[in-house]
């Protein structure tokens, strides 16, 4: 098991964790393609041999502190398996790198196992978003305080 940057070659593996994971509002290839070779981001996986447990999805500006947790997704034969919380620990570092002071991120008000996972790390509700979904739920914003680290003690 490795967290890695995604690859091209991994379009059609994190297509499919998006299918299985979500009902609507999905991410397709088109929209993977486009962000690997053009977002100012990150999309990590964890891999673990041919094939991969989850994906992370995660947004910088250049002007700006805050970087975004845009999607994160575990497919569900891994879930239980502590897929997210190694990408949350990544996102994290890799928002650090980037000189990024502040992690945020929506849920849905309903995902019970999310919000306890971001909440059991540090991350607290800052707002709401009224029928941000397809479906009509709402979307709990939240996020997190990066404290500085000194570029030597980074790894990963």
Known sequence: ??????????????????????????????RFRYLLAHAHGALLVDAMGDGLRGYMLLLFRASATVAR???????????????????VDAAERQARQHGHT?????????NAASLA????????EFGR?????????????????LPRIPAGALTG
């Open 117 to 124: 996972l971001f909440r059991g790390r540090g991350y607290r």
């Open 69 to 87: 947790l845009y999607s994160i997704a575990t497919h569900p034969a891994h879930l239980g398996c502590g897929v997210a919380a190694r990408l």
């Open 102 to 110: 502040c992690l945020r991120l929506e849920i849905r008000a309903d």
């Open 129 to 145: 978003h009224a029928a941000y979904y397809h479906d009509g739920m709402d979307a709990l914003r939240l996020q997190k305080p």
């Open 1 to 30: 098991m490795a967290i890695r940057h995604a690859s091209l070659a991994d379009v059609a593996a994190l297509v499919e964790i998006e299918n299985a994971s979500f009902p609507g509002n999905r991410l397709d290839r088109r």
